[in-house]
Nanobody, 126 residues
Framework: QVQVVESGGGLAQAGGSLRLSCAASGRTFGINTMGWFRQAPGKEREFVATINWSGGGPYYADSVKGRFTISRDNAKNTVYLQMNSLKPEDTAVYYC???????????????????WGQGTQVTVSS
């Protein structure tokens, strides 16, 4: 089994920055893609960013492009989400997820991901 654990959420002011981390542990052999999703109150969970170990991506949702950066540390099976120029509409629970196996495409849909973290709250005040 694979465990996915997020960290780094918290409170930021509009225009500020936060950095999220996500570590995959356990039977991580075959994990090739990791990504971030978020769910704001009263809304459905949405794709934020993804990156894979085969050189695909990074790929971002239009709403965060130019402000968020996803990066990875292959040796640690860890991905990061650097969030700059935060806006109140970025307030959400942020989830990290991982895909087992190789996907010949950029994974932006929830059902493409096999393992999920518990989520970390990000709150941006105006």
């Amino acid at each position: 089994q694979v465990q996915v654990v997020e960290s780094g959420g918290g409170l930021a002011q509009a225009g500020g920055s936060l950095r999220l981390s996500c570590a995959a542990s356990g039977r991580t052999f075959g994990i090739n893609t990791m990504g971030w999703f978020r769910q704001a109150p009263g809304k459905e969970r949405e794709f934020v960013a993804t990156i894979n170990w085969s050189g695909g991506g990074p790929y971002y949702a239009d709403s965060v492009k130019g402000r968020f950066t996803i990066s990875r540390d292959n040796a640690k099976n860890t991905v990061y989400l650097q969030m700059n120029s935060l806006k109140p509409e970025d307030t959400a629970v942020y989830y990290c997820a991982a895909v087992r196996g190789f996907l010949p495409r950029i994974a932006t849909k929830e059902n493409e991901y096999n393992y999920w973290g518990q989520g970390t709250q990000v709150t941006v005040s105006s």
